[in-house]
């Protein structure tokens, strides 16, 4: 495969969620040697969407955005190539106030969602509001850091925060409870969010993309396999307790594979609520042959 996997190269990522650990973990255990990328040059950002849209205006080479973020740069015609998805899950609505019961009765109130567009909003608008009969029109829409969101439910800034782990363990560990739990946050499997590469890099350099996507293979089969030694380095990296972060791993599924139906779905529902205009064709943004290369590396 043409390239050269040596070469100097900026990889970056959102904040230290299972659903971009991936990151995470290759920079701590020194996976990038491993898969013979040592030109890295890693950065996490303050959130996926900051990610994504580095990866879209070519500052950066590849890395891990959340999906709608990734979606709605390909709408736009960013040069961008989607090449796995990273996991399902981890995501729900939690409150800690005692008058709320059902998704019903969030009319009319204030509702904490992550800042940036992300799968996990999404997912609340297309899917669980509609399920009762509201709209985003029906609540008031409290964009929050997802660090900040259990501090906003405990003092009642917030009726209701949709969250994702490993910051929704640490609000039911605060005394909040499931509203929506992980399973009905969509019907059926949805990618949280996406590894992406600059389409420059997609042709100048085949053979690295492919060790991006070694790396992504690998770290998947680690947190799939040894969830006590992914919890424990998580904990450390995010600082929290290391008993919830080992929970929240059980409402993940880490995923190495693209998908193309999955991705189309959601785009689909994007234009449906007049997020985006029109609805692209994804089967050439989305690229399963690294992510299936790396799979078989890896007996998967």
């Keep these: ?12 990522s959102g ?17 990038w040697k491993d898969v013979g990328a040592t030109g890295v040059q890693y950065t996490a950002m303050n ?29 736009k015609g960013a040069p961008i190539t989607i090449i796995s998805g990273t996991s399902q899950g981890g995501n729900g609505v939690v409150t800690v ?3 709320i019961k059902t998704v019903d009765d969030l009319k009319g109130k204030k509702i904490a969602v992550p800042q940036g567009n992300t799968a996990h909003e999404l997912m609340f608008r297309l899917h669980v509001l509609p399920s009762a009969g509201l709209s985003y029109d029906d609540i008031k829409r409290i964009p929050l850091n997802p660090q900040d969101m259990t501090v906003a439910l405990i003092r009642g800034d ?19 409870r499931f509203l929506v739990e992980p399973k009905d946050m969509w019907d059926g499997g949805a990618y949280s969010s996406a590894l992406l590469v600059n389409n420059k890099l997609l042709e100048n350099n085949p053979a690295l993309v492919q060790a991006i996507a070694d790396m992504h293979a690998q770290m ?3 947190l799939s396999t040894e969830p006590d030694k992914v919890s424990e380095i998580m904990s450390g ?46 089967s050439t943004a989305v690229v399963s042959d690294f992510i299936d290369r790396a799979r078989t590396k890896v007996g998967m």
């Design 47 to 75: 959130s996926g969407t900051a990610a994504g849209e580095a990866i879209g205006s070519g500052r950066v080479d590849a890395g891990y955005t959340n999906m709608a973020t990734a979606l709605a740069l390909i709408t």
């Design 158 to 176: 917030v009726d209701a925060a949709v969250m994702f782990d490993p910051f929704m363990g640490g609000a039911l560990r605060e005394g909040a």
């Design 1 to 12: 495969m043409a390239g050269d996997t040596t070469v100097s190269f900026k990889f970056v």
């Design 220 to 222: 998947v089969k680690l």
């Design 15 to 31: 904040t230290p969620g299972w659903h971009h650990s991936m990151a995470f973990l290759a920079d701590k255990l020194g996976t």
């Design 97 to 99: 106030n005692p008058d």
């Design 237 to 282: 990296i995010t600082h929290q307790d290391l008993k919830e972060t080992r929970s929240s791993w059980n409402t993940v599924v880490f995923k190495a594979e693209a998908d193309t139906a999955s991705f189309q779905e959601f785009v689909n529902g994007m234009k449906d609520i007049g997020l985006i205009d029109t609805a692209p064709d994804l």
